[in-house]
């Protein structure tokens, strides 16, 4: 079939439209007082885009990368020798989203541990040093640069950030601490996304013919489930009055697929997702965000919504029963896309 221009240049638009109103959807809902969306909505496109993201580790972008790495147009070293480097590197994303959230842990930088109530109900305790007459008391008996590197340790000890635990032990984080945990998590979140939109769109604008109409259609579905994942997420995140971060996440994420298209617009005589260069670069890519995804899916939403202690105070009962449906039902969708895209 011909390569049509005209109907890719469309395509592209149609995807930056689909890829942006769903991320930002939620975040409009949030912000513009006129649009009254039930809670009820936050709810289920919450947990319904954690089991989009799952799917989207599991089923779209792993087996892709050893669909790809294990074509047997490469070299025997992908094909014969190490068949589970797909999986080696998906590790390797997942060590390394390990080491940036351990970095940029907001209680790293803590260095003593008080009960969280202890500054208001513990008592203020005081002790006495009684001193006979001829004896001297210890401050008396050090000398005075001895006294002043001992206040000057007293008052560093006291300017370093105390980590306050609950009742059962829990790390109970300051609200400016708890908002830098959301934004680097929605951020290690939109990364593992970003990472092979751009080339789901290369794919997407080389295609031609009855498959590029069934990848079109599959594409959308795709952008907007995801979309609308991360969107929930962060929509999520208490933002500063006024703030530009958030819109700029979502308008990120609009453009990554479309600028994917755009490349492959321009290099439809050149790249070849078939090519030797084409299988390792897609490959490899799909390989690392699907790390970054099972690590942020898993560890960072789905233990953080239903095995930690605060999920057990926020989902009780029914609820916690309809959030997990929602996982399986957005988990069960995007697998059916898989089967196109």
Request: charged share 15%; aromatic share 10%; proline share 6%.
């Amino acid at each position: 079939d011909a390569y049509n221009t005209p109907l890719h240049v469309g395509a592209l638009f149609i995807i930056l439209a689909v890829s942006f109103l769903a991320c930002a959807l939620p975040l409009i809902a949030a912000v513009v007082p006129g649009i009254r969306i039930p809670r009820p909505f936050f709810f289920a496109v919450r947990h319904f885009g954690t089991g989009v993201l799952l799917a989207t580790a599991f089923v779209h972008l792993l087996p892709t990368a050893f669909t790809l790495l294990g074509n047997p147009c490469l070299s025997s070293f992908w094909v014969e020798d190490y068949p589970a480097m797909p999986g080696a590197i998906a590790l390797a994303g997942i060590f390394l989203v390990t080491i940036i959230e351990m970095v940029f842990q907001p209680a790293r930088h803590m260095t003593h541990v008080v009960p969280d109530d202890s500054v208001l109900s513990s008592p203020t305790t005081t002790t006495t040093t009684t001193t006979t007459p001829g004896q001297e008391s210890p401050s008396q008996s050090r000398s005075p640069s001895q006294a002043d590197e001992r206040l000057s340790k007293r008052v560093d000890e006291e300017n370093r950030p105390v980590a306050r635990v609950d009742a059962h032990g829990a790390l109970v984080l300051s609200p400016a601490q708890q908002h830098q945990k959301d934004i680097l998590q929605c951020m290690m979140l939109e990364v593992g996304i970003l990472f092979h939109s751009v080339f789901i769109g290369m794919t997407l604008s080389v295609s031609v013919g009855h498959e590029f109409v069934i990848l079109l259609v599959a594409v959308a579905f795709h952008q907007t489930f995801e979309g609308l994942a991360l969107g929930s997420r962060i929509a999520s995140i208490d933002w500063p009055e006024g703030s530009l971060q958030p819109w700029m996440m979502a308008l990120a994420y609009g453009c990554t697929t479309p600028v994917g298209q755009a490349i492959g617009l321009a290099t439809h005589r050149l790249y070849s997702p078939d090519s030797e260069f084409g299988l390792i670069l897609v490959g490899t890519m799909n390989a690392i965000s699907s790390g970054l995804l099972v690590f942020a899916a898993l560890i960072e939403l789905l233990a953080e919504d239903f095995l930690s202690d605060e999920s057990w105070r926020i989902l009780r009962g029914s609820k916690r029963v309809w959030a997990c449906l929602l996982v399986f039902f957005g988990a069960f969708g995007m697998s059916l896309v898989g089967a196109w895209a």
